[in-house]
């Protein structure tokens, strides 16, 4: 996770933060102008009262009619209760704004993000993409909610207050005007001291959750392992690491705090002291030393408030920058594509001197590593049925990406029905092209979810009866609620092949014109073996099909055979031709058994 630092956060981030800030809020100018109103209504409460208490004790002092104290005690107790029902008003107000305008930009991230490619994704962990879409964002909420806001309110408090101060006597606003300054300033440099530790451990924090998370996904290969004590160990690391970091930082922000009140308690003394020397040459009354006493602690408010707002600013900037940073990316799979493809029937296929590399996320030339694919040409026909062979590595699935184009070629193109696929509309491509991949995901969701991917508008008979076709029937009836049977995380309490029939069911529903089928390699019983076989033969009719078999009884089904070696084609013919060609290759692999040759 790379966390890159501008060296001056404030400056440099400003205007980042300015730009999102102005997206995001200007659709909540109203409620935020309301806010604004309750500040500073709030603030106005927050001044009248202790006036109006000075001016009881001097009225009491005086020996004023009970009636006349009462009516201030009465007032006291009114403005008291505004300003209580003015904060409740204020937080629900801010936490809305807050939560709407992060609300969006979340969404906004998430949609961005899903558009992006592959290369990207395979590139960062789920974590740190939920720490960046999610974690970055909800360090913005108090910024969108409070900040502009607080900032304007508690200056204006600040002034206010400094006024007041300076017309119950020039000598205790001078004071408290010098008093403030210098608190300010000292305060600024105690948080430059806990910025970076208050970082380590956010990153600390990030890595532990980042560890765990990968962990709990692989926890059955790890205890099958027995990899349990050497994870267990590298989690007490990670929690002494976030241990150690959170320490330093709670350690430093209660001393902060103790100082800043030990600060406070100080200007306290001094707004008391010279007060007292004030009252005792007749200056002032004993109401107006209660006064300079209740508004230097008012005082210390916004400094506290603006002080706080300054560090969550750094700590914003960090954030929006990274915010950006991901909005600013796009996607290396352009839909600028405008050409429609045909809608129905079978499509022929065609690799024109396809190469292909994957890129390194990092690598700003985008040059590929090295190439996976090299000069492959040749035509697949509309409805025809094309196995695919090699060894592991060969560069069998990457191929079948590139008939859907979740990568572009490096070199020469991929074409469905004779239109290159980036010439058209990238959703297209999508609905046209079927797959089926070697691990099949399957959601913690209804088994109608699962396989409509969360469409509701396809019909529940529809459903059933591509399950009973596809041969799942009695599968069907086995279960508990039928269609809102909820399956287990992860596709858990199915076997593999029940999980490949399901996702069978899933591209037979969106009725795709090309199927692309990745064998699973495990190996299936018999009775599972011959439901695929039957689904298999149900999915390719009228369809282009390109399956990647790893078992006989899928590859003695295809017209064509293609064998790949390196990302290139070793072997390209029709199946029967080849089978009969004792030379070929194929069937040498007939021969030796292709389930022992292939691995
Ligand atoms: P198998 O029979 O094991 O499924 P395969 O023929 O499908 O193998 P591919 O998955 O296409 O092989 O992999 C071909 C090469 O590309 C391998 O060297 C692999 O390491 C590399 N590769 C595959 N996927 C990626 C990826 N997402 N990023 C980088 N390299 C990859
Ligand atoms: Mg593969």
Known sequence: MSDSEPTSPVKSSTRKILAVLGRYFAPQWRPSVLLLLLLLTGIGLQLINPWILSQFIDQAVAGAPLNTLLKLAGAFLLFALLRQLDTV??????????????NQLRSDLARHCLNLDMAFHNARTPGEMIERIDGDVDRLNNFFARFVIDLLGNLLLLIGVLILVWRIHWQVGAALTGFSLATFILLNRLRDIGVPLYREARQANAMLYGFIEERLAGTEDIRANGGVAYVMR???EHARRLFRADLKANLMSVSVFGFTRALFMAGTGVALGLSAFLYLDGILTIGAVYLSYRYTEVLLQPIEVINRQIQDLQQAGASVA???DLLARTSRIQ???TTP??????LPVQFEDLTF????????????LELVLRGLSFTLPAGSVTG?????????????RMVFRAY????GAVRLGGLDLRAAPLADVRRAVGVVTQEIQLFHASLRDNLTLFDPAVPDAQIESVIRELGLGDWLDDLPDGLNTLLQPGGGGLSAGEAQLLAFVRVFLSDPQVVVLDEASSRLDPATERLLEQAITRLLTGRTGIVIAHRLGTIERVDNVIILERGQVLEFGARAALASDSSSRFSQLLATGLEEALV
Not at 89 to 102: D, K, V
Not at 357 to 368: M, Q, R
Not at 388 to 400: C, F, I, M, P, Q
């Open 357 to 368: 590399g994957y890129i390194d996320d990092d690598n700003a030339t985008g040059a590929p």
């Open 408 to 411: 572009d070629p490096t070199g």
């Open 89 to 102: 008003a204020e937080s629900y107000l801010a936490a809305n704004i807050g939560l709407r305008a992060t």
């Open 335 to 337: 839909d600028t594509g």
């Open 388 to 400: 695919l062979l090699g060894r592991t590595g060969s560069g069998k699935t990457t191929l079948s």
């Open 322 to 324: 990274r915010v950006q």
């Open 341 to 346: 493809l045909p809608q129905n029937g079978a």
């Open 234 to 236: 590298r989690l007490l």
